[in-house]
């Protein structure tokens, strides 16, 4: 059974509260509308508004309007209310399709770097850098990198060979910045 459409004429509208009663053509007694009930009309209700309602009797008798339009004001429909969602869609995409392609290009066009300049394989003395004491070499055995401060134990006995890798470091924090760990005391 479908409902019964009814119509009337909004008589009372607070827009602050957002309620109103309408006069219905066929009655006397006015029929409370909220606004929750306009959910797909496209502008709020006026004084004068000719609504179309179905009607509902609240248990202490009141009666109610639900499901309401507004005569002659289109209502919003469901693909209007959705299309901006997929556009806000589309326009991630394309943002992110663009971003990559960005990246893409900076990296296979960038400058490539000059080239490194070849290392001797002839045994080079390890060179001491009067501005840094800390010690970073490599374990012969182990292949670890280990850094060592002045006063430890193998300090002294440590050579640096920057042809192997190895390197002198200011400060802890940049020694294990860069991976080396701190020898056993």
Known sequence: MKPIQNRGTLVRWKEDRGFGFI??????????????????ASRRPKVGDIIFYEQVSEPNGKIRAVKASIKGVPSRSSTATRKPKQQNVIKIILGVGILSAIVVAAIRFSPEPPPSPSISSSPVPSVERSECNIKGNISIQTGNKIYHLPGMEDYESTNIDVTKGER????????????WRKAPS
């Open 23 to 40: 006069k219905p053509d066929k009655s006397d007694r006015e029929v409370f509308l909220h606004i929750s009930e306009l959910r797909s």
């Open 168 to 179: 002198w470091f200011c400060t802890e924090s940049e020694a294990l910045a860069n991976g």
